[in-house]
């Protein structure tokens, strides 16, 4: 929650904030975007509704001599994160489930399914092993156990998939014909089409992020820095020398972007030339999350510092200032309404931007 003793910033007027069990590892929204769940250190899963009873925009107000806009403080309390009821023995990152729902693996081998509210429910498969990864598309469920995927549905016959080393990230592709498994080792890509293609690097992708597209995959690979893989051809090209590890990307107009420098790191998807994207400074940029329908990139500071920039711009909009404390993970809604904000000392924020502040 926000600290009263300090002065009201812009923050402040458009996000609403929460103290999560734990550090937050990583924000997803429903695939529906009406909730926030926010996956913290230690399997504690806390979750938002995106609907406000005093949204932003309601709050907007727009001078009749100056047609200057302006923001009204919040006025009055709103509902705190509820916790998922059961998510102890969470051994996998959260993945979306259907329309409304997330899902996770656990240690004990089976899949839990989370609404909204925090109901945790068993999904029929289970397995004899902790399950790694998750990843939900079509009512197509891929979970990891080790170095083996297996891809359920409830009225299908299941399809098993076997990477060359264990697996530590799954992702389907925007269209759902390809799963992206990431393992120690590089990436197998999975097709419903075709045979598995596989991709080797050095490196274990934590974190898979394909294009609006589904023409390009992005690894995040910490310390060894960034795999950019083109499906056309299967090519990767490894971008690696960053000062601090890679843990968040994205995708905006022919560009991919990344954390882990000392500002936004850019490149064309064209010509694989630098494209120089928001200020340079001292603190490591530890979080970036690109909303691809407005080429923007929402970046997080090690400082806890949080802005806004265009891709290819140099300019940054300040959302808010130093707090000290580190960004540990970001997220846009799909409708690009929403920002979800993840800190390092547990601390969750839900970010609206009334129509307003984007209008030329």
Request: charged share 15%.
């Amino acid at each position: 929650m926000r600290d009263d003793s300090h002065p009201l910033q812009f923050f402040d007027l458009i996000a609403r904030e929460w103290q999560a069990p734990g550090p937050v590892l990583q924000v997803t929204f429903t695939a529906n975007r009406t909730a926030v769940a926010f996956a913290c250190e230690g399997g504690a899963v806390a979750i938002a509704a995106t609907a406000d009873e005093s949204p932003p925009r309601a709050r907007v107000r727009r001078a009749i001599d100056t047609a200057q806009l302006s923001i009204k403080p919040r006025e009055g309390a709103y509902p705190g994160l509820k916790l998922a009821d059961h998510p102890e023995g969470r051994t996998s990152a959260l993945g979306t489930f259907g329309g409304e729902q997330f899902v996770f693996g656990r240690s004990n081998g089976r899949m839990n399914s989370v609404t909204p509210g925090g109901l945790c429910v068993h999904l029929p498969p289970k397995s004899g092993a902790q399950i790694s990864a998750v990843a939900e598309a079509g009512g197509v469920v891929a979970f990891a156990i080790g170095a083996e995927v297996l891809l359920w549905h409830p009225e299908r016959d299941a399809q098993q998939v076997a990477a060359p080393s264990p697996v530590t990230s799954l992702r389907f592709s925007p269209d759902g014909q390809y799963l992206a498994i990431g393992h120690t080792e590089g990436v197998v890509l999975w097709s419903t089409l075709d045979l598995p293609s596989a991709v080797a690097f050095d490196g274990s992708p934590q974190e898979i992020v394909w294009s609006d597209d589904g023409r390009w995959l992005a690894c995040c690979l910490g310390r060894a820095g960034l795999a950019l893989i083109h499906l056309g051809d299967i090519s990767c090209k490894i971008y690696d020398h960053f000062p601090g590890p890679v843990t968040s990307a994205g995708f905006g107009a022919n560009s991919v972007v990344a954390s882990g420098a000392y500002r936004v790191t850019a490149w064309s998807l064209e010509t694989g030339t630098p494209i120089i994207t928001g200020k340079s400074g001292l603190v490591l940029v530890d979080a970036v999350t690109v909303n691809a329908a407005r080429n923007l990139v929402a970046v997080g500071y090690a400082n806890g510092l949080l802005s806004l920039c265009q891709i290819g711009g140099g300019a940054e909009i300040l959302l808010r200032q130093d707090t000290g404390v580190g960004v540990s993970a970001l997220a846009w809604s799909t409708c690009g309404r929403f920002l979800g904000v993840g800190g390092r000392d547990g601390g969750a924020a839900l970010v609206e931007f009334p129509d307003e502040m984007f209008k030329s």
